[in-house]
């Protein structure tokens, strides 16, 4: 009976490994950029005031109101923006489309956080419950990094985890909101920053 020689064997584990590489790029969702986590948690920080440093500042008091909301709303727009930049751009540098199967499956986990944050946010403004804005945030976007983390690589689940506490915070300790927002949208993005570095440094 004839056995392949080491060499062989080597190589066939070689091909073995990169078909798993490429397998596993194919089914977990991998896109993901520290630059777009540094500027994210950089305009959350500032967003927040600092984390309440800056108490005055429109957005870390909700009791501002519309004016707390439209600054938010211009973080999550700048957010929404580098993301998608970034994806983009890492689309073109691995020559792939913007939106593969996997890129598909992750964002409509998104959909069903993102449409019940929209909607809490419409009734808590309607009412004006200004103060449960913020814990509504960390909680639907933990969620929704809690779901894209079945299809990414598991340090989300953790960040993901994070939010919803941060966010069940924000609802217990209202009159800290500014602190809980800087920590979650602006913490947890710059960790979600170095994470990525590390781990994708190549």
Known sequence: MLYPTPLAQEEALTALAEVRAAADRSTRYSRFSALAGFLTGGAALAGSGLCGMFPEF?????????????????????????????????????????????????????????IAGIAGSGIFIATGQWMLLPGLWLLLYGCGLWSVSFFAPLFLRVLGAG?????????????????????????????????????YRS
């Open 58 to 114: 429109i957005g870390a008091q909700p009791k501002h109101g519309l004016q707390f909301v439209a600054v938010w709303g211009a973080v999550l727009l700048c957010a929404a923006v580098v993301q998608s930049w970034m994806t983009v751009m890492k689309a073109g540098q691995r020559g792939e489309a913007v939106f593969t199967p996997i890129a598909r499956t992750a964002t409509a986990s998104l959909l069903g956080p993102g």
């Open 163 to 199: 939010f919803i506490v941060l966010g069940l915070c924000a609802w217990y300790f209202t009159e800290s909101a500014a602190l809980w927002l800087g920590t979650g949208f602006g913490g947890l993005h710059l960790v979600f920053g170095f994470v990525v570095l590390a781990r």
